[in-house]
T-cell receptor, first 110, second 115 residues
Framework: DTGVSQNPRHKITKRGQNVTFRCDPI?????LYWYRQTLGQGPEFLTY????????KSRLLSDRFSAERPKGSFSTLEIQRTEQGDSAMYLC????????FGPGTRLTVT | AQKITQTQPGMFVQEKEAVTLDCTYD???????LFWYKQPSSGEMIFLIY??????QNATEGRYSLNFQKARKSANLVISASQLGDSAMYFC????????????FGTGTSLTVIP
């Protein structure tokens, strides 16, 4: 296992379109996290899964955002009706104790 | 209130010197974890070091050590013998069991190592 992977690495979309990102965690990790990071800021928590259960969701996460982890392995993050303010780096991390991050998906909404 | 506070937006250090990056945290939990991550300009977040709240000794990992002062709620990162490759953003983070093991990150410190 080579670590956490995320696809795509970059996504450019027009405002109003839907986008979906995928995260494949380290296989033995049961916890999976999604973060958003904007320039000059630390990662901002979005949501957290333990196995397939979504246990925590940030109040910052509007109803346009949804995440799934259907079989407790990979996860998807979907953003509906994208807005320019959604432009950011979206990071996925998996953990047993410390978190290991994927390379991120950079979203640009034009 | 901020869960994690990093008061140094930018730091400079001479190559081969040691540098301390400050981090204070806020929690009412007895059990928690403290972490430091490095983010180079390439963007990936690299785990550096972990300190558990019940660990009595300061964590060390190679040139990294964590100066844990529980009563002061501080978890400073010490990098010894700085190298040019240490130039990056450094983030302090805390995991609280309450709230589902959520991680909280600080705003980061940008470290520049001067040759």
């Amino acid at each position: 296992d080579t670590g956490v992977s995320q696809n795509p690495r970059h996504k450019i979309t027009k405002r109003g379109q839907n986008v979906t990102f995928r995260c494949d965690p380290i296989s033995e990790h049961n916890r999976l996290y999604w973060y958003r990071q904007t320039l000059g800021q630390g990662p901002e928590f979005l949501t957290y899964f333990q196995n397939e259960a979504q246990l925590e969701k940030s109040r910052l996460l509007s109803d346009r955002f949804s995440a799934e982890r259907p079989k407790g392995s990979f996860s998807t993050l979907e953003i509906q009706r994208t807005e320019q303010g959604d432009s950011a780096m979206y990071l996925c991390a998996s953990s047993f104790n410390e978190q290991y991050f994927g390379p991120g998906t950079r979203l640009t909404v034009t | 209130a901020q869960k994690i506070t990093q008061t140094q937006p930018g730091m400079f250090v001479q190559e081969k010197e040691a540098v301390t990056l400050d981090c204070t945290y806020d929690t009412s939990d007895q059990s928690y974890g403290l972490f430091w991550y490095k983010q180079p300009s390439s963007g990936e977040m690299i785990f550096l070091i972990y300190q558990g709240s019940y660990d009595e000794q300061n964590a060390t990992e190679g040139r990294y050590s964590l100066n844990f002062q529980k009563a002061r709620k501080s978890a400073n990162l010490v990098i010894s013998a700085s190298q040019l490759g240490d130039s990056a953003m450094y983030f302090c983070a805390m995991r609280e069991p309450r709230g589902g093991n959520q991680f909280y990150f600080g705003t980061g410190t940008s470290l520049t190592v001067i040759p």
